[in-house]
């Protein structure tokens, strides 16, 4: 069937697709002045702290010259922390952006579904019951989990459990977005009930352990866990990505997406299991970082609008972007104290998500 | 082209259509009619799909829609529901997303060329560029059935297409949707409220009545019997300007 057949002489060639290339090379500046500027934060990132590196030297480590020290603090230190800044901002904001999609909820997030809630009662029972948390005071500065895998382990499983009830009750109700979010409502308070009947019967050694784990922080992974945390995040994304014509058509109703042949229900439900995998992993390896899967994608909407081949990788720079500059500043604020990053998401995250609601419903 | 045979659907226990059996030519636009919630948005749903019907057999150009994939069946059928959502993207983009069933891992220029035409046929151009979130509801209407106009579809489905269109765009959309099914010798299944305008453009007549087909044929099917029957009013049709109408005697 050519509908078009005979009549292309007919179109005004010039009028309207010159608007839309104009359209759509806006969004596209959009991403690549991100890119730049994610760039350029790295750098920046890596060069300031403690002990300041100047940016030729830097870029010399970066390029693998034996600048001594330095190399050693770029590479053991700066680096795989900036860069789980960068992987776990782009994981947290990209299963944001999907989640708003699938729940058909603008306030969707990685932590709408009790997943946080979830790890965090893991954690809490790896320290208070399986007995991985009597601390350490190293000299420097912070508390250290003594078992830190066990608890990861643990947060991890307990994540899963969540994802598991999850699914099978979405599959059970066909897999509207109410009873997800439902669902997720009610994990999150039986998990955090749990963890509180847990804290109750804590020594204040354990309370204190489990407090600091649940303060989300990039600067606990190490290389491996950056390797793990990217292993999950890069196949995530492209999952997310190749979705993106099924989200738009989610986006326009139910029965429209079924009529152009999406199966709303399997999309919905495989981009839930993908999405609480995710931030499973982040969320086990790093503690809970709030906020950032929530205004993440709604700074990015902002710029490109809700179009998810522009929205999708739009989101993962502004991920990126966002969770590396809080890190950094978090990193700068009360030197030598660092703090952890949960910390400066959530003060810079409310009034950031404030600010753009009160732009978005002025006209 | 359209051929539906033995069709019955329930919603749990509560049954909605039975035995329905129609057939549709190529360049045919039938209009389905019948009070509310007699089954016709149900009716569509089924022939689509979307609602897998419980009896009967349903074929498109010879073919079984219902052992075919979804996005088989998406490239055969167009679909536009009675509601639809509204976010943040622009018109063109909206009526692109039409093409999703036949779109690879990217858009074509074939697609965008497609999407271009069908903009300019339904005089949508200024629209464009707006954000369909802030358009009203019948440029909404508008903007849904250029969708299903970019699927390529051999039989298009539309559920009460000009229920929020002024006067003028109800007469061009509906001008529009039978001269694409003539041209292209497709056809078009629309319900609809309005039994004066289905008079203007359908060339067959549904009339739903509990859960079967009450009539079935051309214009010479609307009598006043029929329409007493079915809606319970009694009225008058009357031949004006070449067109038949149906005029309530009721006030
Ligand atoms: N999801 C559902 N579950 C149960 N019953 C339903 C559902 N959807 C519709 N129904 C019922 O099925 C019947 C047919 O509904 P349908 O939407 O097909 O009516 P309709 O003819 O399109 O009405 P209208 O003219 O108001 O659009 C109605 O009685 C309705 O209440
Ligand atoms: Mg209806």
């Known amino acids: 069937m050519e509908f078009i057949e005979g009549k292309m002489d007919e179109l005004k060639e010039d009028t309207l697709p010159l608007a839309y290339t104009g359209y759509i090379r806006k969004k596209i500046s959009f991403m690549i002045i991100s890119s730049i500027l994610l760039f350029l934060l790295l750098i920046y990132s890596i060069a300031v702290g403690a002990a300041n590196i100047s940016f030729t030297n830097v870029m010399a480590a970066l390029f693998g010259y034996d600048v001594g020290n330095v190399s050693t603090i770029i590479w053991n230190i700066r680096l795989p922390r900036a860069l789980t800044a960068i992987v776990s901002g782009i994981g947290l904001s990209v299963a944001g952006v999907a989640l708003q999609s699938i729940l058909r909820n603008p306030l969707g997030s990685p932590y709408t579904l009790g997943i946080s809630h979830a790890a965090a009662f893991g954690a809490a029972f790896s320290v208070i019951v399986l007995g991985s948390g009597s601390m350490r005071s190293t000299g420097a500065d912070a508390v250290m989990l003594n078992?830190?895998?066990m608890t990861t382990a643990v947060a991890f499983c307990f994540s899963m459990i969540a994802t598991f009830i999850l699914i099978a009750i979405a599959r059970y109700r066909s897999a509207s977005p109410e009873v997800m979010i439902l669902t997720g409502v009610a994990l999150a308070s039986l998990f955090t009930a749990g963890t509180m009947f847990l804290q109750y019967?804590?020594?204040?050694?354990?309370?204190a352990a489990v407090v600091f784990w649940t303060f989300g922080d990039v600067g606990r992974a190490d290389w491996g866990d950056l390797g793990i945390l990217t292993a999950v995040t890069i196949p995530s994304m492209v999952y997310f990505l190749l979705n993106r014509w099924n989200y738009n058509a989610i986006d326009a109703g139910d029965e429209t997406a079924k009529g152009?042949?999406?199966?709303?229900?399997?999309?919905?439900?495989?981009?839930?299991?993908?999405?609480?995998?995710?931030?499973?992993?982040?969320?086990?390896?790093l503690?809970?970082?709030?906020?950032?899967?929530?205004?993440?994608?709604?700074?990015?909407?902002?710029?490109?609008?809700?179009?998810?081949?522009?929205?999708?990788?739009?989101?993962?720079?502004?991920?990126?972007?966002?969770?590396?500059?809080?890190?950094?500043?978090?990193?700068?604020?009360?030197?030598?104290?660092?703090?952890?990053?949960?910390?400066?998401?959530?003060?810079?995250?409310?009034?950031?998500?404030?600010?753009?609601?009160?732009?978005?419903?002025?006209? | 082209m359209l051929n539906v045979e033995g069709l019955g659907f329930n919603y749990k226990t509560r049954k909605v259509l039975e035995q329905i059996h129609f057939g549709l030519?190529?360049?045919?636009?039938?209009?389905?009619?019948?009070?509310?919630?007699?089954?016709?948005?149900?009716?569509?749903r089924c022939i689509n799909t979307i609602h897998p019907p419980a009896?009967?057999?349903?074929?498109?150009?010879?073919?079984?829609?219902?052992?075919?994939?979804?996005?088989?069946?998406?490239?055969?059928?167009?679909?536009?529901?009675?509601?639809?959502?509204a976010g943040k993207l622009t018109a063109y983009d909206a009526i692109l997303l039409g093409r999703k069933p036949h779109i690879g891992w990217n858009i074509k220029e074939k697609d965008h060329k497609i999407v271009e035409s069908i903009i300019m046929k339904?005089?949508?151009?200024?629209?464009?560029?707006?954000?369909?979130?802030e358009m009203s509801g019948g440029e909404l209407q508008r903007v849904a059935i250029a969708r299903a106009l970019v699927q390529e579809p051999k039989l298009l489905l539309l559920d009460e297409p000009t229920s929020s269109l002024d006067l003028k765009k109800q007469l061009e959309i509906l001008r529009t949707v039978r001269q694409v099914v003539k041209d292209n010798r497709v056809s078009a299944v629309i319900t609809m409220h309005d039994i004066n305008l289905a008079l203007r453009f359908a060339d067959r007549y549904i009339f739903l009545k509990d859960g079967n087909i009450f009539a079935h044929g051309g214009h010479e099917i609307v009598v006043p019997e029929t329409i007493e029957q079915v809606y319970g009013v009694s009225a008058t049709v009357e031949e004006l300007n070449g067109f038949r109408i149906v005029v309530p005697n009721e006030e």
């Open chain 2, 122 to 133: 339904l005089e949508l151009d200024k629209l464009a560029l707006r954000y369909i979130n």
């Open chain 1, 201 to 207: 019967f804590a020594d204040d050694v354990q309370l």
């Open chain 1, 260 to 285: 152009l042949g999406v199966n709303v229900e399997k999309v919905r439900l495989w981009g839930m299991l993908v999405a609480s995998l995710m931030t499973a992993f982040v969320v086990a390896f």
């Open chain 1, 147 to 149: 078992n830190p895998y």
């Open chain 2, 55 to 85: 009896t009967g057999t349903i074929f498109v150009d010879g073919e079984e829609v219902l052992s075919l994939e979804k996005h088989e069946v998406a490239k055969r059928i167009g679909y536009v529901p009675q509601r639809s959502e």
């Open chain 2, 25 to 44: 030519k190529p360049g045919e636009v039938l209009a389905i009619l019948g009070p509310n919630g007699v089954g016709k948005s149900t009716l569509l």
């Open chain 1, 287 to 363: 503690g809970v970082i709030g906020f950032v899967g929530l205004v993440c994608p709604h700074i990015a909407r902002k710029f490109v609008g809700d179009e998810q081949r522009f929205l999708l990788p739009a989101s993962c720079l502004t991920g990126g972007l966002l969770l590396l500059s809080a890190d950094t500043a978090a990193r700068l604020m009360l030197a030598p104290h660092e703090l952890p990053v949960a910390i400066l998401t959530a003060f810079m995250g409310a009034p950031l998500f404030l600010y753009l609601l009160i732009r978005g419903y002025q006209h």
